[in-house]
């Protein structure tokens, strides 16, 4: 299992769900407006909390809301960059560019773990 | 707490003269602003809780998509859009309808705190591309944000916050839509959060005063930035038909002055009144007496006489049932129940401590909008007294005189008054407005108690100015030749005793 990621933050389509879903997959959805360089940033910051902490069972999907301005809507989007955990439930979201790990690791319900934080 | 960094001021420019503004439709409203709120600008709305902000913003906009045909864009921070719709069927629109029609979006923005966890740098644009697609998907002019405080609740930065919220209505004034917002007040401050720092054009505030138990709801232009405004507190009310608002000033001293004459529905109390022709038509009319003075029964003549020149008459009765009105007028002679059959006589009874003062006035203002009548009876206005201050009730009082004048209606209204005496005041001060005043007042003399009636004033017209002994009984109200003796006005048993007494020459010479 590896991050979606389009290289230009392009839309990216309805990623693929992984057949046999445990309860540890993270489904995680990464709400972005344009792509500035706090929206690369926040994909970045997030990329390595999850190489760190969920290697192997995670999945990362881009909306670009310039794109698909619609799709604020579902997810209640007000702020960008806004992180949706999707799965596992309940629903988590981090606004913000993600730079501070402890408070994504908060947010993402991984705190518990006792891991090392990266710097 | 930190802070946002104060920005500059831009000054403005107007290159019109007249600040071009978006009616808002709402009834007295548009008047107290002269023309609606300022068109391409932010309103912001402030007052507590249950104060109504909600109600005028979404009026704003429903009216501004059905009768202006300024399509608008409804961001609800609180309430879902199905409480929306309830609430402006409410007032008698379906907000589905219009989304549907594409003349209003919706737009919920739901900022749970519980769910949100906030690192580093982040900004609005979510919001700003969900209201920019709103307003383009319907092509809106007039935006309600109801209310954006909310944000202040979900998120913890508050220096992006406000930076960003200076941004939003910069960024709205570029779009050219006209802006409501609302904000809940503070304590010594115009809103909670401040937001009147970012809203500079136009403030209103609502509030609810609560005088004996009653509340009544009032509106203040607080703020009109490069326009004319009314800035006294105006009370105003919810119905059906939603927000309305009664300047008092709107109402001018320009009804006409009829000089037909219409008779009160008793002959000899015509003849009281300037050659016996009765009163003015649209004058308006007060009995003042003490209880059991026999007020109802004066006022129940005047529209006896009315539906027997076959003129539409409306009574509103606060203290008796209209069966009870029905019954009590039978006893002194007259049936108005063939009246209330044929459709010429209303009885409208209702207790005014119900409603508070507005809500009565807007009443009565309907019912006489819908029935149309000539003639009206309001028995008594004493109850209105209990339900507000002096102010209050006199503001009340003139707005249903102007309203019954500016109509040409002809109105009789009774005042209870508690002593032997008139107190002035205790008929809420309305005296002064009246053009005719009768009083009707009991003697206790001899121990028998007799009733009696005089002309106080009558405008435009000369009046007797004696006080005339009149009787109630089963051939209605009769007044009594007027005796004056040497000791004065003598009435009931003391004035037969006088007048056989001066019959007898021996009992002449004794009696004087």
């Known amino acids: 299992m590896t991050a979606r990621r389009s290289g230009a933050l392009a839309p990216a389509p309805r990623a693929p769900r992984p057949a046999k879903r445990d309860r540890d997959f993270y489904q995680l959805r990464l709400y972005v407006a344009g792509q500035t360089a706090r929206a690369q940033a926040a ?27 619609q799709l604020a809507r579902g997810d209640q989007i007000f702020a960008v960059p806004t992180l949706v955990r999707q799965l596992p439930p309940p629903m988590k979201k981090i606004i913000g560019d993600l730079s501070n790990v402890e408070r994504v690791l908060v947010g993402l319900d991984l705190r518990p773990l006792p891991k090392k934080a990266a710097p | 707490m930190a802070k946002a960094r104060p920005q500059p001021r831009i000054k403005t420019l107007f290159k019109a003269r007249t600040l071009p503004k978006a009616s808002t439709g709402i009834a007295g409203l548009d008047e107290l602003t002269q023309g609606g709120l300022p068109r391409g600008r932010a309103t912001l709305v402030s007052g507590r809780a249950g104060c109504g902000k909600t109600v005028l913003g979404l009026e704003f906009l429903v009216r501004g998509a059905v009768e202006f045909d300024e399509p608008g864009v409804i961001v609800s921070f609180e309430e879902t859009p199905e409480e929306l719709a309830r609430n402006v069927a409410s007032f008698g629109f379906d907000l589905n309808a219009l989304v549907a029609q594409r003349k209003l979006a919706l737009e919920f923005v739901s900022v749970e705190r519980d769910e949100i966890e906030e690192t580093g740098e982040y900004n609005l644009d979510g919001l700003f591309i969900r209201l920019a697609h709103a307003i383009e998907s319907v092509g809106a002019k007039r935006v309600l944000l109801d209310t954006i405080e909310s944000l202040f609740s979900g998120l913890t930065n508050l220096a992006i916050l406000r930076a960003e919220l200076r941004r939003l209505f910069r960024w709205l004034k570029s779009k050219g839509v006209t802006v409501i917002l609302t904000g809940e007040q503070g304590e010594g401050t115009l809103t909670r959060q401040g937001l009147e720092e970012y809203v500079s054009d136009c403030v209103i505030t609502l509030n609810v005063q609560l005088v004996h138990h009653v509340a009544t709801r009032m509106m203040r232009v607080v703020k009109y930035r490069g326009s004319g405004h009314s800035p006294d507190e105006y009370p105003f009310i919810i119905t059906q038909e939603g927000f309305s608002v009664m300047p008092i000033t709107s109402l001018g001293l320009s009804h006409e002055a009829s000089s037909e004459r219409i008779s009160s529905g008793n002959a000899e109390l015509d003849g009281m009144l300037g050659g016996g022709k009765g009163f003015f038509r649209g004058s308006t009319v007060l009995v003042s007496g003490t209880s059991g003075t026999g007020k109802t029964s004066v006022a129940a003549y005047l529209a006896d006489a009315a539906c027997k020149r076959g003129e539409r008459c409306m009574y509103f009765a606060f203290e008796e049932s209209p069966a009870q009105l029905l019954r009590n007028m039978r006893s002194i002679g007259l049936d108005l129940t063939p009246f209330v059959k044929k459709g010429l006589l209303r009885i409208e009874a209702t207790r005014p401590s119900l409603f508070g003062l507005e809500m009565h006035l807007a009443a009565s203002f309907g019912a006489i909008e819908e029935f149309s009548p000539p003639v009206v009876v309001v028995d008594p206005i004493t109850d209105f007294v209990a339900l507000g201050t002096p102010h209050e009730v006199r503001s009340m009082m003139t707005r249903l005189v102007d309203h019954l004048k500016s109509r040409g209606i002809t109105a009789l209204m009774t005042s209870l008054s508690s002593g032997r005496t008139v107190h002035p005041d205790e008929d809420g001060g309305v005296s002064s407005l009246i053009d005719t005043w009768i ?4 003697f206790e003399v001899a121990g028998e108690r007799n009733r009696g009636i005089s002309v106080l004033k009558s405008r435009g017209m000369g009046h007797s100015n004696q006080v005339r002994e009149f009787r109630l009984g089963p051939d209605g109200l009769t007044l009594v030749p007027p005796y004056r003796g040497p000791h004065g006005f003598l009435s009931g048993s003391a004035r037969e005793a006088q007048q056989q007494a001066e019959n007898t020459p021996d009992s002449k010479r004794n009696a004087l």
């Open chain 1, 43 to 69: 994909l970045r910051n997030l990329e390595a909390v999850c190489e760190t902490h969920l290697r192997g069972k995670y999945q990362i999907e881009v909306v670009d809301l310039l794109v698909n301005p």
């Open chain 2, 439 to 442: 009083v009707v007042q009991l």
